[in-house]
């Protein structure tokens, strides 16, 4: 019998962004697109084992793939006790007609409400914000 015993807190979302993949690329990893759309400071070196951070220090990590259609990193929000191992963010991009289809996968959280909690912000709190931010940058 398998072992159910380790939770599996993990998801996958879809989001459509109205720009070219390289673009949303830039919106993902350049600290001064993120401070535009998101607020706060940020930080993202764009390399292998480069340090993540976002929204002044909330969430934290270190990237584990970038390149000009995939990035990765590890996921710690400032909530998350010490004993809490980091999640894993995944984003793959595909260029459709009109923009990008933005593929997320989100692995390994700590809990079920931190699971829950992130679906949600993910669409409020990310992925909204970029969509506002392209509107109103557009007009």
Do not use: C
Not at 5 to 17: A, Q, R
Not at 41 to 69: P, R
Request: aromatic share 14%; net charge negative; charged share 25%.
């Amino acid at each position: 019998m398998p072992n159910n015993s380790i939770m599996d807190y993990s998801f996958s979302l879809e989001f459509f962004v109205y720009a070219q993949p390289d673009e949303v690329m830039e919106l993902l990893t350049n600290p001064d697109f993120i401070r535009d759309w998101g607020g706060g400071e940020s930080l993202i070196e764009k390399f292998v084992g480069g340090q993540f951070a976002m929204f002044d220090g909330w969430v934290e990590g270190k990237i584990l793939k970038i390149t000009n259609n995939e990035l990765a990193y590890t996921w710690k929000t400032s909530e998350w006790g010490d004993n809490m191992q980091p999640s894993e963010v995944h984003f793959k991009l595909v260029g459709v007609e009109h923009g990008t289809e933005v593929y997320l996968e989100h692995k390994n959280l700590p809990n079920k409400e931190e699971m829950e909690s992130h679906k949600e912000g993910w669409a409020k709190e990310f992925f909204g914000p970029i969509d506002e931010y392209l509107a109103n940058r557009n007009h």
